[in-house]
């Protein structure tokens, strides 16, 4: 009996142990679409894998705008932009900063549990990241320039030690391509092995942008991000702790084709309500991020304005109003969008919208574009996971950005009770 209650205790304890000292690794492709690893015409052996050997999502909604910044800040928090306060890549004023500095964010992450809990961190090129309590931290400060994402590195000697160890002494770091991130990555594994990772790789959409869902270039960054994420799974196995960690590779949004650019600005001076916005000259003026924009009016009150605009659009001909449909408040708050604006129109199709005030409202577009509202299935995100507790050969259906935090949190015993999401049915092998 004595032997039996032994062994039971060795076992309750050996569990502890390997609860306690699991790792997780959360990457991010930007652009990640679902059919990048359910489509064999992609290649993709590192994430087929996983999809075959885990648990995958058919489909992963993004938020509203489906951009980089908000995605990925719901991504580490669970919930939706409205309560986070990360409501777009850059902010319309003043003129088109960007979000960068952690402390933005108005709900707790990840990032800040874990490292109340005592976890080793790290955070790799992510969104809105600057100054976040990470122990190996990169931000991704937008086009702030390579100096301030230096300067806002940490700890203050991780730059020049990559520098020397990674990339042979050189004196720039080129960080435009995700191997250089996997390697940056791969470093600070062997290095420390951190707990806790989140890891943004950026070049799918970059050439997504410029060709769209299928050309050349996006196949080759695919292939490129799948194999930056053999490299992270290498550097795991060679630091002995592959088996002891689970890995989440997801995304923030899909994309569109782009054939119609939409200047709605030039619509708002046509109807006098607009003369020019650097000189503060407007009563209203719409904010555009791909494909959705934003109606802001100069006075909140102003209900005269709001009423001409509506004006405005329903006198739009028929061609023009089937590139865009209104998203009313009460839309908006129901998906956790901007609180401060009065509604926002979403492209419809291969639409898109920008900010010009002078020329045709019309123009031809190319390329690809998201931002759309995230209700269809070509801006869907897809996510492949394996590792400890995550089911094997399990398929969901569909699922939420926001659910993400819980399941990391579930797996890393975090106290996360802010959030909003809900973690996958028969994604984990236990339920608690």
């Known amino acids: 009996m004595k032997k039996i209650l032994l062994a039971l205790v060795c076992m309750v304890h050996l569990q502890a142990m390997s609860q306690s000292g699991k790792k997780l690794v959360l990457i991010t492709i930007d652009g990640f679409r679902p059919a990048f690893y ?4 992609w290649h993709t052996p590192h994430l087929r ?3 075959r050997n885990g648990t995958y999502a058919k489909g992963v909604n993004s938020v509203f705008p489906s951009m980089t910044y908000p995605s990925h800040t719901t991504i580490v928090t669970g919930v939706w932009p ?12 003043p003129a088109d900063s960007i979000y960068w500095m952690a402390s933005s964010i ?4 990840l990032w800040e549990l874990a490292h109340a809990k005592g ?14 309590p990470v122990d190996y931290n990169i931000p991704d400060i937008g086009s702030l320039g390579e100096t301030t994402r230096e300067a806002y590195s940490a700890p203050s000697t991780l730059i020049s030690q990559l520098k020397e160890e990674v990339f042979q002494q050189t004196t720039q770091i080129d960080y435009g391509t995700d191997h250089q991130v996997a390697a940056i990555a791969a470093y600070i594994i062997k290095k420390d092995q951190p707990d806790f990772m989140t890891i ?3 070049s799918v959409d970059h050439f997504s942008h410029k060709q769209g869902r299928e050309g050349e270039l996006v196949h080759a960054a695919v292939r490129d991000a799948d194999s930056s994420v053999g490299i992270i799974i290498k550097a795991l196995q060679d630091a002995g702790c592959w088996n002891n960690t689970v890995l ?4 923030d949004h899909g994309f569109h084709n782009v054939q119609t650019k939409i200047s709605p600005n030039i619509w708002l001076k046509e109807a006098g309500l607009l003369q020019d916005i650097a000189s503060g000259q407007w009563k209203a003026r719409f904010y555009a991020v791909g494909g959705s924009c934003y109606l802001y009016l100069k006075d909140k009150g102003d209900r005269a304005t709001l009423e001409a605009v509506y004006a405005m659009l329903k006198k739009r001909s028929k061609a023009e109003q089937k590139l865009f449909r209104l998203i009313d408040r009460k839309k908006l708050a129901a998906i956790g969008g901007n609180p401060e604006v009065a509604f926002a129109l979403s492209a419809i199709g291969t639409a898109y919208f920008d900010n010009s005030e002078t020329g045709l409202a019309l123009q031809p577009g190319t390329g690809g574009g998201h931002g759309y509202f995230p209700d269809d299935q070509e801006i869907q995100t897809g996510l492949v996971m394996t590792g400890p507790g995550i089911r094997k050969g399990a398929v969901i259906q569909q ?5 993400i935090a819980p399941l990391v949190a579930r797996l890393l015993q975090l106290p996360l009770t802010t959030a909003d999401g809900k973690i996958p049915a028969k994604a984990l092998t236990t339920a608690k």
Do not use: C, E
Not at 399 to 403: I, P, Q, T, V
């Open 38 to 41: 359910l489509d064999s015409n």
């Open 200 to 202: 943004h790789f950026f």
């Open 82 to 93: 409205a309560k986070h306060g990360i409501y777009y890549n850059n902010k319309p004023t």
């Open 399 to 403: 699922m939420n950005l926001r659910d």
């Open 248 to 251: 989440i590779v997801t995304g």
């Open 106 to 109: 108005k709900v707790p992450t």
């Open 49 to 51: 894998s996983i999809f």
């Open 119 to 132: 976890l080793k961190t790290a955070s790799l090129f992510w969104p809105v990241s600057a100054q976040a």
